[in-house]
């Protein structure tokens, strides 16, 4: 970069950086905390459901009223409310309470405060950076949250419940509550301001939102490719324990660096993002990506070793980092501020939806068919919505500077 991106943008990176290490420090700490109560696999993999519902419930909703109030304090209440629930819920543990249905309740809550943080955070960065800068700042936020939400968080989770069931509860709280003391000092978000005529309510503001998404062919042909990266990630995902064990004979720490393959890709897309925007076509990048991930999975469907598999995954990370660079800058300048929560939101509605139905997907073809044709049924997937995509977007102006009339830096 030519210039640095702002003190009050590396605030919100701080922000940021400090709530997913509490993410990730939950991601090892409930499943562990889960398997101390229950050994029953149904019980614990329903923390994976709970932790996924407040986006497809409420995430539209949340985006409506991220747009009507003032952003900066709708990052601040979220995580000083995320912090009061974990601070509960170490209480709780500390006196022996053992109920697996309210670590369902506590994901559920915790998740979201997750749906009206994340979409003002996103929708403040356009505010905080030039339209050139957007593919730099959302690299950097997209790269350190999978970085401390996968790496730094996970094995801090793990050793706090080593030394108590409740203490990464405990560090849970104080990680969200210092996350919204830091972006307190973010400058305010626009808001929408109300007219003489009479407001319409929050459930025809959200279609609002889903309807912009809709119309806008752009917009829609980039949520149907996320929605098919989502769904073919989490369909390889649910099986990949079965592979690793069954194909490449992994013990658990085995299965751990394999799966680890995914996020070190999506790292390493992010970081290197800004200078493949700078040098590519958008368009190419946007199907390049979706034809480059069809050959990682099918590379997983084949490969008979774990470092073959491990490396499908990476570029399956890295490749699918490059297209959420791509959208998550034309969504941030293409679309008016106003409604820019509510397509943030629709996004993760129809994304974090696909979810779900990938892992079942995948389960029941892998139970049909064979584990690795999972990857094979993912693969194709992806591969019938390239040509698509390629369609929608060729000859549809992407780049950021150029949809807000930034001069080009010299």
């Not at 690793?244 to 394999?258: E, K, M, N």
Request: with cysteine; charged share 10%; hydrophobic share 55%.
């Amino acid at each position: 970069m030519r210039r640095g991106l702002g003190r009050a943008y590396n605030r919100l990176l701080a922000g940021y950086t400090i709530s997913n290490v509490g993410n990730g420090v939950l991601l090892a700490a409930l499943p562990l905390l889960a398997a101390s109560k229950t050994r029953n696999p149904l019980a614990i993999s329903g923390l994976t459901v709970a932790a996924g519902l407040p986006w497809i419930l409420i995430g539209p909703l949340s985006g409506a009223i991220v747009d009507r109030v003032d952003r900066r304090s709708v990052m601040v209440v979220a995580e000083v409310s995320r912090a009061g629930l974990m601070g509960a819920a170490a209480l709780y543990v500390f006196l022996g309470g053992e109920s697996i249905i309210a670590l369902y309740g506590l994901l559920i809550l915790v998740g979201v405060g997750e749906t009206f943080f994340d979409p003002a955070g996103l929708a403040l960065v356009p505010g905080l950076v030039t339209p050139s800068q957007l593919d730099a700042a959302n690299s950097r936020l997209y790269g350190t949250q999978i970085l401390v939400q996968r790496f730094v968080g996970p094995p801090l989770g793990g050793w706090l419940f080593a030394f108590a069931a409740w203490a990464p509860l405990g560090v849970d709280a104080l990680s969200f509550l210092a996350a919204g003391m830091v972006v307190m000092g973010l400058p305010r978000g626009k808001r929408m301001k109300p007219s003489g005529h009479h407001r319409p309510g929050l459930l025809t503001e959200t279609v609002e939102g889903i309807r912009w998404v809709w119309r806008d062919s752009v917009l829609r042909a980039f949520m149907v490719g996320a929605g098919a990266l989502h769904f073919a990630t989490a369909a390889g995902l649910s099986v990949l324990v079965l592979l690793a064990q069954d194909r490449f004979g992994l013990t658990g720490f085995g299965f751990g660096l394999t799966m680890g393959g995914l996020a070190v890709g999506y790292f390493l897309g992010y970081v290197v993002a800004p200078s493949i925007t700078a040098r590519f076509p958008r368009a190419r990048i946007c199907v390049g990506a979706l034809v480059g991930v069809t050959g990682g999975f099918f590379l997983i469907a084949v490969s008979g070793f774990a470092l073959l598999g491990g490396m499908g995954l990476a570029l399956v990370g890295m490749l699918g980092a490059q297209f959420d660079v791509v959208a998550i800058s034309y969504r941030q300048s293409a679309v008016p501020d106003h409604v820019l929560g509510r397509v943030f939101t629709g996004f993760w509605f129809v994304t974090h939806g696909a979810i779900p139905v990938g892992a079942l997907v995948g389960g029941l073809v892998a139970t049909w068919a064979g584990v690795g044709y999972a990857y094979v049924a993912a693969a194709l997937l992806v591969a019938v919505v390239a040509p698509y995509l390629w369609v929608a977007l060729k000859g549809e102006e992407l780049d950021p500077e150029r949809l807000q009339g930034e001069p080009p830096a010299s």
